[in-house]
């Protein structure tokens, strides 16, 4: 029985790791940490480890077990629709269980070197009737869902599982830390019917599409902030480490362009080519990869830790079609996301249940070090 009185969330990101850790009597205090920025994922060990002693000193509970938030440069989405005759009888909780595993098993069959995250029920069609949500004691003659999978690749997931395997910790619930924060931070937007989640990362740019609140396409480019800091360092001619700080500082530190006789304006120029360029692929991607008609009014939203080089004084100088919102986000938004999605407050949801470990005896994890 687990007597803990804290939750944990990691989100493992490629340049830095934010964890927190949720006191399950709400009223008491949580606890937040963020790792220091870095680049070499090399790094991030010893990153983890502070994080850790950081937990156990305040929560004063020893840490065995987490729940991991995740993104990949490599992430898919899977759409998919599978209908099943009933023949008028009433509709149980547990067909449409079965026919999710069914649905399932075909992605697992066909996606063997993914791992899928998340599960969606887009939507229930029921007698050629649309729901939102499966309506409770109906009797049903054709059942149809519409579902979308995300998955990140095995290695990715194995990787990152065997890091904090050797710090003695396991995973319990794994996020797609894009997907999780978009399900969140939606609610801010209720009043807005088409909204574009732009999530840019190290070295990807995740681009989420709700509308109507309803989850239509997800998807990942492998394009991000590391990409402006190359091109900083191929123009200017400096090593990565120094375009690296002038790409995060360039509007803080002028004297130090002047100082290297860099141009002000020629940087601003490189950075802001490179997100426009990565814009205009987020909004062209939706048609280009799920031939669905753009809505012309859709309102995006920049987030992640690519996007902290722009701020609102700078939003003018994009050249861009579209109005661009700057999402402020904190290690508690971030992972109070995947919090809620764990409790089940996004009913479209289908929680993914992790296989119960089976304690092994000392003998026996001794054995298995030598296979």
Sequence with gaps: MNNKKFEVYFDYGSSKIRAAAFNKDKSINNFYYQSNYFTDHSQ?????????????KNTNEYLDSINLMVDSSEAISISLSLAKNFDGSKLEKKDVQFLIQDIKQQVL??????KIIHIIVKNYKIDNKDYAFLPPNIKCNLLSLDMIFICIPKKVIENIKKLFFNLDISIKQIFCSSYAKSTSYKNNFSATENILFVDMGFNKTSIVSYNKNELRFFYVLPIGGNHITKDLSKVLNIDLISAEKIKLYFDKDEGSLIEKKLSLELVQKIIFARIEEILELCTNSIELNQNLKQPSNFQMVLMGEGS???DN????????SKEIDLLEETTQ??????????????KEVVMIIPKKRINKGFFEKFFHLFK
């Design 313 to 320: 004084k700078f939003k003018e100088k994009i050249v861009f």
């Design 44 to 56: 991030s060990k010893s990153e983890i480890e502070k994080i850790i002693l950081n937990i156990e």
């Design 308 to 310: 902290k080089i722009l």
């Design 333 to 346: 938004s971030i992972c109070e996301s995947a919090l809620k999605l764990c409790e089940g407050k996004n």
């Design 109 to 114: 069959k066909n996606y063997q070197n993914q």
